[in-house]
């Protein structure tokens, strides 16, 4: 057989890695319906003209075609290349069946024919978080999403995260205010200066928005305002600019800073970054982009804000406001350079050994018993001796194993359970006897932390 050779941008996890994966979907998706949110999937095609972006199909869509397609078929199925356009599709598909606001979260692979490189895939997985209306959605909801992805990720054995927040409002009339016609091409130019020097920013904002100097520079001065509290409003008021809408960006900004800082632990920061302004045009508010202490590198894990038009159907229009947290983007960078890892590749917690092929229905029993007390086990492969049989559990990460006791009845399953961690060994039954809270599952060890802790630990 030939060598087999990786697919680029698919990656593909070990099940201890698994592992990590697992337990981290686990934890997001739990702390999304402690706050009320309902778990959807949506199919993973949609049609092209629904993935094109401003009419123009994306060349990095991966289309579905069958293979039998006659040659000069046209594909007209694609791959969803982020979970914010088949929301957008199911709200509209499935509005007389929801309640509104609808609070919904989602966590499913995409797809995006890009040039893979670190925390950017083909194949992807993410967890978004958001509220819609229908025609109207209050602003509280902007504080109340933003400060559930905190709560979520404050959870996480992943170094520190920063949720670095800002307003479109602020921004739009703050240029309003200082007499910049084109608003949208301002903002667009702004977005640059994390990739262009501040004086190149400012040439474009002359150049193609067609700015006077003295207002690319103000805008520059709005850009570097950061701080981790609502110190901003004063910082931004004392540029002189006025404006309404201004006014009510900020108020806006200083509301979603106040509320995450209140849920915010010490694994989580949050500021008021006036350089944040999300690409996307169809974003009106509230905007966030996620970044993960000493992993600076991978750009934003996450983002998201608020889009008064997420879909309409020409009668009705459903505003939302939503966060998104890439799942591959931050996991796989950590588990490559040994931040996190899985506790253990295998569910089981417990090996029951076997002495001879004719007690295997006496191991099966006893492993019966302690499934029925939901806790994994599996029973040896083969009879060997014992010491064979206990380097098997150390190879598979198992860290018990139980010893039936030889000729009982088929009534009786006491036996002998060992931890071969410690070497302790005790008499149990399996009607009664559990192991320790943090051997019943795999967990994340993480080199994040001072101490290595499970999941499940950390939401105790």
């Not at 983007?329 to 996190?340: F, K, N, Q």
Request: hydrophobic share 40%.
């Amino acid at each position: 057989m030939s060598k087999i050779s990786p697919l680029s941008g698919f990656p593909e996890l070990l099940p201890a890695q698994r592992a990590v994966e697992r337990e981290v979907i686990a934890s997001v998706s739990r702390t999304f319906e402690l706050h009320g949110f309902a778990n959807i999937e949506t199919r993973v095609v949609e049609p092209i003209d629904r993935l094109a972006k401003g009419g123009e199909v994306d060349k990095e869509i991966y289309v579905l075609q069958r293979i039998a397609a006659e040659p000069d078929a046209k594909a007209d199925l694609g791959l969803h290349f982020d979970l914010t356009v088949p929301f957008a599709r199911y709200v509209l598909e499935h509005a007389g069946h929801l309640e509104f606001p609808f609070r919904r979260f989602q966590v499913q692979p995409a797809w995006r024919g890009e040039r893979p490189q670190e925390g950017r895939y083909r194949q992807f997985t993410q967890a978004d978080v958001d509220i819609v209306g229908r025609d109207e959605l209050p602003f509280h909801h902007d504080v109340e999403v933003m400060s559930v992805m905190v709560d979520a990720l404050g959870r996480l054995p992943i170094p520190r995260v920063s949720f670095q927040f800002n307003n479109r409002k602020l921004i739009q009339g703050f240029y309003r205010g200082l007499g910049i016609d084109d608003v949208t091409d301002a903002i667009r130019v702004i977005d640059k200066l994390d990739k262009l020097p501040a004086d190149e920013v400012a040439a474009m904002l002359v150049e193609r928005v067609g700015t006077t100097p003295e207002q690319a520079q103000r805008c520059l001065e709005l850009a570097t305002i950061r701080v981790a509290d609502t110190s901003f409003v004063e910082q931004v008021r004392a540029l002189g600019v006025t404006d309404e809408l201004l006014e009510q960006g900020l108020a806006e900004l200083a509301a979603v800073v106040e509320g995450c800082r209140a849920v915010a632990g010490d694994r989580v920061g949050v500021e008021a970054n006036l350089r944040i302004a999300r690409g996307l045009d169809y974003y009106t508010g509230t905007v966030v982009e996620i970044f993960m202490e000493g992993y600076e590198r991978l750009k934003s894990v996450g983002g998201g804000g608020r889009y008064d038009a997420l879909a309409s159907d020409g009668r009705t229009t459903y505003p939302g406001v939503g966060v998104s947290f890439g799942v591959s983007r931050t996991l796989i960078p950590l588990i490559a350079d040994g931040v996190l890892s899985g506790s253990r590749p295998v569910p089981s917690a417990v090996l029951v050994a076997l002495n001879t092929e004719d007690d295997r229905a006496a191991s099966t029993r006893v492993a019966a018993a302690l499934r029925a007390r939901d806790i994994a086990c599996e029973v040896a492969p083969s009879p060997a001796k014992f010491g064979k049989q206990i380097r098997y559990a150390e190879r598979r990460g198992i860290p018990f194993v139980w010893f039936v006791q030889p000729d009982a009845g088929a009534d009786d399953l006491r036996g002998q359970v060992k931890d071969i961690r410690t070497g302790e060994q005790v008499g149990a039954d399996p009607s009664t006897w559990t192991p320790p809270e943090a051997d019943v599952r795999p967990s994340i060890i993480s080199t994040a932390r001072t101490t290595a802790t499970s999941e499940t630990e950390e939401n105790q």
